[in-house]
């Protein structure tokens, strides 16, 4: 079974620009969640994705945001481009019954110059 | 705002030693406690504690829960040095179902020199 995609799984954008990051989550799972990471503030929360819907926000400025298709994989979007969103993104997915154990993706590790 | 503390920050032990991390936290909606261990990229799954689960225990590691005094603790004896990581402890208050948000604490990082 495979695990939780993420890509790219590196990327180098410049300030001001916008990045788009891709997540397919494990077979049969309904809900993606993504979680920002920095050596500063350790992982935060973004958003949970539930057939299509956004469940749940942290708190995170406007400028991020996601969406997630039909067939439960998830995009996020950060637009004008800040030095301190540097950071590696993590999806991560679950079956959204059972056990709601998240399983994580490798991230994608994003540095803005 | 939910809040998660872990300690100590790192750690630094020899192999065959035995470590113990905590994890305390504040919750107005807890729903369950859960451990990670994250080596290069993707944490991985160690445990879950619940309510209705308040100890686990797989090979070498150990987790228990108080829910009274709002806290964790994660074992690991003779530890080896393929245990060296981060082990992030998360709060789940958002509920089961649609509604699911993990609170992490930053982590400890474990190193276990031969």
């Known amino acids: 079974k495979a695990g939780v995609t993420q890509t790219p799984r590196y990327l180098i954008k410049t300030r001001g620009q916008q990045v788009t990051l891709s997540c397919s989550p494990i077979?049969?799972?309904?809900?993606v969640s993504w979680y920002q990471q920095t050596p500063g503030q350790g992982l935060q929360f973004l958003f949970e994705?539930?057939?299509?819907?956004?469940?749940n926000k942290g708190n995170f400025p406007g400028r991020f945001s996601g969406r997630q298709f039909s067939n439960s994989r998830s995009e996020m979007n950060v637009s004008t481009l800040e030095l301190g969103d540097s950071a590696l993104y993590l999806c991560?997915?679950?079956?959204?019954?059972?056990?709601?154990?998240?399983?994580f993706g490798a991230g994608s590790r994003l540095t803005v110059l | 705002e939910d809040k998660v503390v872990q300690s100590p920050l790192s750690l630094v032990v020899h192999e065959g030693d035995t470590v113990t991390l905590n994890c305390s936290y504040e919750v107005t909606n807890f729903r369950s406690l859960l451990w990670y261990k994250q080596e290069k990229k993707a944490p991985t799954f160690l445990f879950m504690l619940t309510s209705s689960g308040i100890e686990k225990k797989s090979g070498r590691l150990s987790s228990i829960l108080d829910k009274k005094e709002l806290f964790s603790i994660l074992n690991i004896t003779a530890t080896q040095t393929g245990d060296s990581a981060v082990y992030l402890c998360a709060e789940n208050s958002g509920g089961g179902g649609s509604n699911y948000k993990l609170t992490f604490g930053k982590g400890t990082l474990l190193t276990v020199n031969p």
């Open positions: 994705y539930f057939s299509e819907t956004q469940r």
């Open positions: 991560a997915s679950r079956q959204a019954s059972g056990a709601n154990v998240l399983t």
């Open positions: 077979s049969g799972h309904r809900s």
